[in-house]
């Protein structure tokens, strides 16, 4: 499947907001949509059914309102441990999400379906191996994510990643990692992405659904501030050492968990709640903005760094 990157001009910078567990919402990303730039949200942020599809139609009447929107999407966790996956996957289908970010596993069934609506696919990767199964499932893009990402990361360097997987492809790649200026922008098309993927930036948008500990705590927070470990879920993830800390954890032993053990822990379920991620980038946060704020700076950032860079890059 081909398709304009640029969605018919409506995409007037190279960036799409990231689907943040419990942060992002559908205010965030019709105000993100409103300046140009791709808005999202996690399906699973939504805690059933019946309010995932509120937030769709929240979303389709809201860039129904404006006046040459960037696209939206919507993020899908394709893995078999998704239960609530093919329920979701039928909402977008019914909805005609414009763009559907896929994670956690590369089902051609499901991608099938949601090009037979027209919409398009950008999968999660986080190695070369991942890159080749989401491409022969049928991926319209790739989602590199990079070390030092936040929630759930790769481990890889950028720069290492994305010559692997360009070397596989050329269909469009997604670089996700510690970006947060317009600079970083224009760097990723340097480095031969064709977007960019920025979460971190956004987690202390007006607009964003993190809660006053949250928002505190970024605030005063930088890249030493991140730890990585994949013991609380079973993934890997960075997390703000001030949440973990406040929580009791053990620093020491934390990183001397094998994943999985703390995961069966219900207890220790409970203080996930108060347990905050953010990637390498949260060193940017500022004080509350608007995201179209932020993405309005974004985008004088990025023509501002291709004048000065090149402006063979766009």
């Keep these: 499947m081909s398709f304009d990157l640029t969605f018919g001009g409506a995409l007037r910078i190279p960036l799409i907001v990231a689907p943040m567990f419990l942060v992002s919402t559908p205010e965030m990303a019709l105000a993100v949509c409103s300046e140009g730039a791709m808005g999202s949200f996690p399906a699973h942020s939504t805690r059933t059914r019946e309010v995932f599809e509120s937030w769709l139609i929240q979303m389709e009447t809201g860039v129904a309102e404006m006046e040459n929107p960037a696209p939206w999407a919507v993020n899908l966790v394709v893995h078999k441990t998704n239960k609530r996956m093919e329920g979701d996957l039928e909402l977008c289908i019914k909805y005609k999400v414009p763009v559907v970010l896929t994670s956690k596993g590369a089902p051609d069934g ?149 994943p999985g053990d703390i995961v069966a822990d219900n207890a220790a379920k409970q203080r996930f709640s108060r347990i905050f991620s953010a990637g390498h980038g949260v060193g940017m946060v500022g004080s509350p903005t608007s995201a179209a704020e932020i993405t309005r700076q974004l985008r004088r950032e990025f023509e501002a760094a291709k004048t000065v860079i090149g402006k063979s890059i766009s």
């Design 110 to 258: 499901v991608f099938q379906k949601i090009h037979d609506y027209g919409g398009v696919i950008f999968h999660d990767i986080a190695s070369a191996r991942h890159a080749e199964k989401a491409l022969a499932a049928g991926a319209d893009g790739l989602i590199a994510v990079c070390g030092g990402a936040g929630g759930h990361t790769g481990t890889v360097n950028p720069f290492a990643l994305m010559n692997e997987i360009r070397g596989l492809t050329d269909k469009p790649i997604v670089l996700s990692g510690a970006l947060s200026t317009g600079r970083d922008i224009v760097a990723a098309k340097a480095m031969g992405a064709d977007l960019a993927y920025m979460g971190t930036r956004f987690i202390n948008s007006t607009e964003s659904g993190a809660g006053d500990e949250y928002r505190e705590m970024i605030e005063s927070c930088s890249a030493k501030d991140v730890f990585f470990t994949a013991a609380l879920d079973g993934a890997p993830a960075n997390f703000l050492i001030p949440s973990l800390l406040n929580m009791g954890i053990d620093l020491d032993a934390l990183s001397a968990t094998k």
